[in-house]
């Protein structure tokens, strides 16, 4: 078993590696370059103009179908499967924003098309999920049982958790290395997790695959390819994948309450931009004039234009996502004592 492990993640490893190298000399020779958004910070229209985009496009394959082939349970399938999906909407739009660089405010698929499609892929996720083996609809919190909920109402509120955590993870995509290393303290919290909670041996099993692989590939690639200044960006393809990839570990495990607080940076900057749109069209409705309640939001761009250095925000969220992480487990531990 340990030599399948380590087989598996230096198989993941090498073909991020190894896709990574081969994706930038393609883009190049090809002229698919990032064209920064003018509605942006403004230095990002020199300091990321240029740079390979779609990381995704070889980020999520190297782990998907190692993992599917070698840990091919019904719930990895299901994980993989939305991933995959996820990561195929990204490839249709970050496909669209590189070839269509006249207008780099008006590229890609419109908002609408991109909702409309994640709520698919989420409700079809969802539909699967329940009637897996093993599952049940109640609700938990540290491995304490706490309610019953109705499958019905279940499912539904499931596809908004996991619609939301895809765009979550999409907006917070915006920075060198801002989701890629947020996203690492996470994953090992949730694997964490399910080894201190009692599950089904199956979604332990498939909590712990997917997080392992997510963890090394997006690891590799941070690394590697994504750390200031970025070499390659992940990409609506990457950043959609990996929001989903942790949605669906909330979801399988059966913690997503306390999921939200681990992925609480993700949360945070996903709420931000909610609360930013809402704010402004409120505002606007009330006293004629929009108002702003952050200099620009997602809540990374507001740093940045009270003048925070990239590295330092960035640097600011690892460490955010860490103590988040390390509360989520202590939780489970703390609950953990309690129960016995």
């Given amino acids: 078993m340990i030599a399948l492990w380590m087989l598996t993640v230096l198989a993941i490893a090498m073909s991020v590696y190894m896709g990574g190298r081969l994706w930038i000399h393609h883009c190049r020779k090809v002229g698919w370059l990032e064209t920064p958004r003018h509605d942006g910070p403004a230095r990002h229209i020199e300091t990321k103009k240029n740079t390979v985009t779609g990381g995704g496009v070889f980020v999520v394959p190297s782990f ?70 093993g599952w049940d609809s109640y609700v938990y919190l540290g491995g304490a049982t706490l309610f019953f909920m109705h499958p019905a109402i279940y499912a539904v509120l499931a596809s908004i958790y996991l619609v939301f955590m895809i765009n979550a993870v999409n907006l917070t995509d915006g920075l060198d290395g801002l989701a890629s290393g947020s996203a690492l303290p996470a994953l090992t919290a949730m694997v964490a997790l399910v080894s201190l909670i009692a599950i089904m041996p199956v979604r332990r099993e498939s909590v712990v695959v997917l997080g392992v692989a997510l963890s090394v590939a997006y690891g590799v690639f941070l690394l590697v390819y994504n750390r200031h200044p970025a070499k390659i960006f992940m990409g609506d393809t990457g950043s959609l994948a990996l929001g989903c990839g942790l949605g669906i570990l909330g979801l399988i495990s059966g913690e997503v309450l306390l999921s939200l607080v681990i992925y609480f940076v993700f949360v945070a900057d996903g709420l931000s931009s909610i609360m930013q749109t809402g704010y402004f069209k409120l505002t606007r409705r009330l006293f004629g004039t929009p108002k702003r309640l952050f200099k620009m939001a997602p809540f990374h761009h507001h740093f940045e234009e009270l003048g925070y250095d990239e590295r330092t925000i960035v640097g600011g969220f690892w460490l955010a996502s860490c103590l988040f992480a390390l509360i989520g487990v202590g939780v489970v531990c703390v609950i953990g004592s309690l129960v016995k």
């Fill in 64 to 133: 998907a179908l190692i993992v599917a082939l070698i840990y091919p349970n019904p719930y990895v399938l299901l994980g993989v499967g939305g991933i995959m999906a996820c990561a195929i909407v990204g490839v249709i739009d970050d496909y669209h924003k590189l070839t269509r660089q006249s207008n780099p405010d008006k590229r890609g698929l419109s908002v609408k098309s991109k909702l409309a499609l994640q709520c698919a892929i989420s409700a079809v996720v969802i539909g699967v999920l329940v009637t897996l083996p």
